[in-house]
């Protein structure tokens, strides 16, 4: 090692130590006896994987699935989700006992028991994720089977996955259903808060920077396009109110079609239904049901172009 750099790591790195480990000490809230071990992303994912697996053999596995070892390939991956998922709950849950444990609740038992309920949930996760294929294949004419949907429509991955984290943000675990949503946004290009509720026959074509947020209701049967937001306003847009733990976010009742980039705001917002939002619409107030909102478009202009001793002439036509 060069003398310089050997030099200044003897002199003065522990002091850079000293200062970031009393930055981590001070943002986790540690005590010197507390151990700081939390559930990495990359068991998560691991888990993710094989919950994704479990509702989707053949597709998601990593391995054939055939008819005859069917049973003992979801037996032995649903065991594994389990354990995996009870232990890594428990580690969130040590970590945030402070704030999600009551004097005489066991984290180890509450991690159970949300990965069993997590378990027992995915046969109606797995019945209503058919229904959002269903209405992926009627809605796209370019679809050509239920498989070419589930293996390349990057929305199937990012709802399943939302649906999974939805039920885990019902048992109120902390931080893995956003851990789990958040992955599926850095994969599909799709942001769904796992907070949001979700109605059957839920379609959402192409998919890229859809935004979802954490106090959305959406109804049955709902088709969104490409880069639409159902979003909060700023916290500091009215008086400088904070409002966290309140609706923020709209409500889109049932057989609704949002169009491409449309932006949809506000807690008390709802869409009523068999609405159709039209792209690039701003809507910060209600829709009757079955109305069509479409924003008003400036007028194209198209200019030719002449090139005459050279300099150039522009005329409208």
Same mark, same amino acid.
């Not at 005859?68 to 970590?95: G, H, R, V």
């Not at 429509?153 to 931080?175: F, G, S």
């Not at 049967?221 to 639409?228: E, F, K, P, R």
């Given at each position: 090692? %060069?003398?310089?750099?050997?030099?200044?790591?003897?002199?003065?790195?522990?002091? $850079?130590?000293?200062?970031?480990?009393?930055? /981590?000490?001070?943002?986790?809230?540690?005590?010197?006896?507390?151990?700081?071990?939390?559930?990495?992303?990359?068991?998560?994912?691991? &888990?993710? #994987?094989?919950?994704?697996?479990?509702?989707? @053999?053949?597709?998601?596995?990593? =391995? %054939?699935?055939?008819?005859?070892?069917?049973?003992?390939?979801?037996?032995? *991956?649903?065991?594994? =989700?389990?354990?995996?998922?009870?232990?890594?709950?428990?580690?969130?849950?040590?970590?945030?006992?402070?704030?999600?444990?009551?004097?005489?609740?066991?984290?180890?038992?509450?991690?159970?028991?949300?990965?069993?309920?997590?378990?027992?949930?995915?046969?109606?996760?797995?019945?209503?994720?058919?229904?959002?294929?269903?209405?992926? !294949?009627?809605?796209?004419?370019?679809?050509?089977?239920?498989?070419? =949907?589930?293996?390349?429509?990057?929305?199937?991955?990012?709802?399943? &996955?939302?649906? /999974?984290? !939805?039920?885990?943000?019902?048992?109120? $675990? %902390? /931080?893995?259903?956003? $851990?789990?949503?958040?992955?599926?946004?850095?994969? *599909?290009?799709?942001?769904?808060? %796992?907070?949001?509720?979700?109605?059957? +026959?839920?379609?959402?074509? !192409?998919?890229? +920077?859809?935004?979802?947020?954490? &106090?959305?209701?959406?109804? #049955?049967? /709902?088709?969104?396009?490409?880069?639409?937001?159902?979003?909060?306003?700023?916290?500091?847009?009215?008086?400088?109110?904070?409002?966290?733990?309140?609706?923020? !976010? @709209?409500?889109?009742?049932?057989?609704?079609? =949002?169009?491409?980039?449309?932006?949809?705001?506000?807690?008390? &917002?709802?869409?009523?239904?068999?609405?159709?939002? +039209?792209?690039?619409?701003?809507? *910060?107030?209600?829709?009757?049901?079955?109305?069509?909102?479409?924003?008003?478009?400036?007028?194209?202009?198209?200019?030719? $172009?002449?090139?005459?001793?050279?300099?150039?002439?522009?005329?409208?036509?």
């Amino acid at each position: 090692m %060069p003398q310089k750099l050997d030099n200044w790591i003897r002199s003065d790195l522990p002091q $850079v130590v000293q200062k970031l480990e009393e930055k /981590v000490r001070f943002a986790y809230k540690i005590e010197s006896d507390e151990e700081i071990t939390i559930a990495g992303r990359d068991n998560l994912y691991k &888990t993710l #994987n094989d919950i994704l697996a479990a509702l989707f @053999p053949g597709i998601y596995s990593q =391995i %054939p699935i055939s008819q005859n070892n069917l049973n003992e390939y979801i037996t032995n *991956t649903l065991a594994d =989700i389990c354990k995996n998922l009870s232990e890594q709950i428990y580690e969130i849950l040590k970590f945030h006992r402070s704030q999600n444990c009551k004097a005489n609740c066991s984290c180890e038992e509450k991690a159970q028991n949300a990965s069993i309920e997590l378990i027992k949930s995915l046969p109606e996760i797995r019945e209503t994720l058919i229904e959002d294929i269903k209405s992926g !294949h009627d809605g796209d004419p370019a679809s050509k089977s239920y498989h070419e =949907i589930i293996l390349s429509y990057p929305y199937v991955e990012a709802v399943a &996955t939302y649906r /999974v984290a !939805h039920k885990l943000y019902l048992l109120e $675990v %902390p /931080v893995i259903p956003r $851990v789990m949503t958040e992955r599926a946004h850095s994969k *599909t290009g799709i942001d769904i808060h %796992p907070g949001a509720q979700i109605g059957k +026959g839920f379609f959402i074509d !192409h998919g890229t +920077g859809v935004i979802i947020g954490e &106090t959305c209701r959406i109804g #049955n049967n /709902v088709t969104i396009y490409h880069g639409v937001t159902l979003g909060a306003f700023s916290p500091y847009d009215r008086e400088n109110n904070r409002f966290q733990g309140k609706k923020r !976010h @709209p409500d889109v009742e049932d057989n609704v079609i =949002i169009y491409s980039g449309a932006v949809i705001l506000g807690g008390e &917002t709802v869409i009523g239904r068999g609405s159709v939002i +039209g792209g690039n619409a701003l809507i *910060t107030k209600s829709v009757a049901p079955f109305s069509q909102v479409s924003r008003k478009a400036e007028p194209t202009i198209y200019k030719s $172009v002449l090139k005459y001793n050279d300099e150039w002439d522009y005329y409208e036509i």
